[in-house]
């Protein structure tokens, strides 16, 4: 089974700072990577899927890359409304989540 | 607008069974795989299982195989998650999510099920 690594678990940013939240795969994923987003009690949202491609209605300050085993999720500009739990999901073999990244406004 | 509304979690004794309905709007629900996954209380996500658009292939990891069985009713625009033989470790919210090209573009709001005696 694929195993997700996902850094740091705890986050604390400014408005405006840039963020990056990393996750690593036990194997090779090729670039089935997703990133989620999940504010207090809501279901999560897709945000950026197969590595990099940014999903329908999401701000262009929400980027994804890498391939392999190791990817990223930046945030250009951290806005008060990214408050949230960001999760990744490889779907190359089977889906395996993220244990998640609480980031929050310092 | 792409919906997806889950139903019928609640509270359960260990060792019985419940079954989640998930209904789906907004698309046309017999042209894409569906999804569970679930997240226990302060914990990350879990997917639970899988079905194709017939509904004549489906998928589960280890944790629920030959436990859970999920099904579809393309007629109904409905999805459903069985669960027998509960355990409290299956205490969760169970979410139904949409499949596009492998990737669960759309998630309900989710389903809370508590396996307790």
């Known amino acids: 089974d694929i195993q997700m690594t996902q850094s740091p678990s705890f986050l604390s940013a400014s408005v405006g700072d840039r963020v990056t939240i990393n996750c690593k795969a036990s194997?090779?994923?090729?670039?089935?990577l997703d990133w989620y987003q999940q504010k207090l009690g809501e279901a999560p949202k897709l945000l950026i899927y197969n590595t990099n491609s940014l999903h329908t209605g999401i701000p262009s300050r929400f980027s994804g890359s890498g391939s392999g085993t190791d990817f990223t999720l930046t945030i250009s500009s951290l806005q008060p409304e990214d408050v949230a739990t960001y999760f990744c999901?490889?779907?190359?073999?089977?889906?395996?989540f993220g244990a998640g990244t609480k980031l929050e406004l310092k | 607008e792409v919906q997806l509304v889950e139903s019928g979690g609640g509270l359960v004794q260990p060792g019985r069974s419940l079954k989640l309905s998930c209904a789906a709007s907004g698309f046309t629900f017999s042209n894409y795989y569906m999804a569970w996954v679930r997240q226990a209380p302060k914990k990350g996500l879990e997917w639970v299982a899988t079905i194709s658009t017939s509904g004549s292939r489906t998928y589960y990891p280890d944790s629920v195989k030959g436990r859970f069985t999920i099904s579809r009713d393309n007629a109904k625009s409905s999805l459903y998650l069985q669960m027998n033989s509960l355990k409290s470790e299956d205490t969760a919210t169970y979410y139904c999510a949409r499949l596009y090209s492998y990737v669960m573009d759309a998630w309900g709001q989710g389903a809370s099920v508590t396996v307790s005696s």
């Open positions: 194997q090779n994923i090729n670039k089935y």
């Open positions: 999901l490889q779907h190359n073999s089977g889906y395996t």
